[in-house]
């Protein structure tokens, strides 16, 4: 991607070494990806997500003649790009918008288009023989966290920490990578990933999003996309159509804010 075009802009990048990529004028450039899959966790045998899949063909480009692949890099490349699903960006690069950006961001469809042609380099120490990649919400500095998997075994543990923060959480999560990445064919790239919905949802609800909501509690920021973060008008929607009184009830008893929507949005004699 190319700099900014404003002075300004340029004299940041040199100043901290970032790329500045404008989301306003991000758009897709491979008409042959609009039917495929969005997300990781909708990949199938047949096609993976596109996203993933130009990863991939990134990765055996820029490792490839280096040293030869193997699944524990093909499964930590998996978890980068679930990362940017999750609204992570690799630190050395800024998002500029016509538009505010929160702090916060969680799913944008551009962070996908741009990242997904990107690897970072040096990720792999082979004198530790471990993963390292240094991420941020939104190219917010002031919050890097730190991606780091360790190879045991047939398992790779990976642990999200927040850098310069003792007060806050990291999370780990233990994959097998056997079950995930049983075989490398770069040439038929489904069929060297599998189970990739369950590896996704174990992601996300083990690493990326806990850490994401404590970043969003320490700075007093609204968790969304989440039940909480959703309008009232949603709210609404959700209790009269879908909940009967026993999950409306349960949903009450969580906060002040829900048991209010629902008393007020409960369907008329139920």
Known sequence: ?????????????????????????????????????????????????????????????????QRELTTFDVLFTIAYCVGLEAGYVPVGHKLTSNQPLSRYASFDRRILIIFSKIIPSNFYNRESRSYRLDITLNSDDQQRCSLVGIKSGDFLCLTLTILNRTDLPGRSVFLPVSRFVPLLNFHKLPLSCQNLLELSHKLKNGLFTPVRDDLCQDADAALYPSLYGLPDEVVALLVRRYLGRKDRARLGATCGRLRELVKMYRPEGR
């Open 1 to 65: 991607m190319e700099p900014g075009s404003s002075g300004q802009g340029v004299a940041e990048a040199a100043e901290h070494s970032y790329q500045i990529h404008n989301l306003e004028t991000v758009t897709e450039e491979e008409d042959n990806f609009k039917e495929w899959p969005l997300l990781v966790e909708d990949s199938t045998k047949s096609q993976l997500s596109w996203p993933l899949t130009r990863l991939l063909q990134q990765l055996d480009r820029q490792v490839q003649p």
